[in-house]
């Protein structure tokens, strides 16, 4: 649990966050009944939303049997959180990753990063996207906890990120709590229109633009353009 927990605290470093237990290759976890399952209940998610989930349906949509689900999970809730933590923690390798290979001549280039490899991730794979941004509507109190702690990471990383840049910039600020939620606001409001326009194959020519607002924000119009 060491990556997850990483990420939920919003850690940055590439090497920590894939420390510890890995996860199967995509390519393994979806061929397994558990992947299908887990893939399955993100579709269900992203189409129903979490109120409208139930087990008949993502079994019959895994094609796998109630006996198989409940061998691999305790119930629904576990398995949400499950798909949910392993999409989440893929993508933010993939941005730590990005983050680190950034060309660090260009200015805010890890915030470009983060923002290109949300754009990629929603491209590749629009349901497991639809999902995360999704998961937290029509969840109990009690079980929203999981998708607030990934969006809160996210805002973390994306102010880590922006904040790197005071090596060239000394007196750079850190923005606004209120300035913040706006930039990270403007980028998941970016994706979930996209997607739902089922125009995510254009997310990441408008990457960069976006990335540029974003820094905008955060920087109360000192950097990037709007």
Not at 15 to 26: A, E, F, I, P
Not at 91 to 108: C, L, M, R, T
Request: glycine content about 8%.
């Amino acid at each position: 649990m060491e990556r997850f927990e990483h990420w939920r605290t919003g850690g940055v470093e590439p090497q920590t966050l894939k420390s510890g237990r890995h996860r199967m290759t995509r390519e393994e976890v979806l061929a397994s009944q558990r992947g299908r399952i887990m893939r399955s209940v993100l579709i269900e998610l992203g189409e129903r939303g979490a109120g409208g989930i139930t087990v008949n349906g993502v079994v019959n949509r895994a094609k796998v049997s109630k006996k198989t689900f409940y061998e691999n999970f305790e119930g629904l809730d576990a398995c949400i959180d499950e798909a949910l933590l392993q999409v989440n923690l893929l993508v933010g390798s993939e941005i730590a990753d990005a983050a680190q290979a950034a060309d660090s001549s260009k200015p805010f280039a890890k915030v470009h990063a983060l923002v290109r490899e949300l754009a990629a991730a929603a491209t590749e794979e629009p349901e497991h996207a639809i999902a995360i941004l999704a998961s937290g509507l029509g969840r109990t109190d009690s079980k929203r906890e999981g998708w607030l702690a990934f969006n809160t990471a996210r805002m973390r990383i994306l102010n880590a990120y922006f904040l790197s840049e005071r090596e060239r910039y000394p007196d750079l600020e850190e923005p606004s709590q209120t300035a913040l939620m706006a930039a990270n606001g403007l980028i998941e409001g970016w994706m979930t229109r996209a997607l739902a326009d089922h125009s995510e194959a254009e997310l990441l020519d408008q990457a960069p633009a976006v990335a540029d607002a974003a820094v905008w924000i955060m920087s109360g119009g000192r950097y990037g353009s709007p």
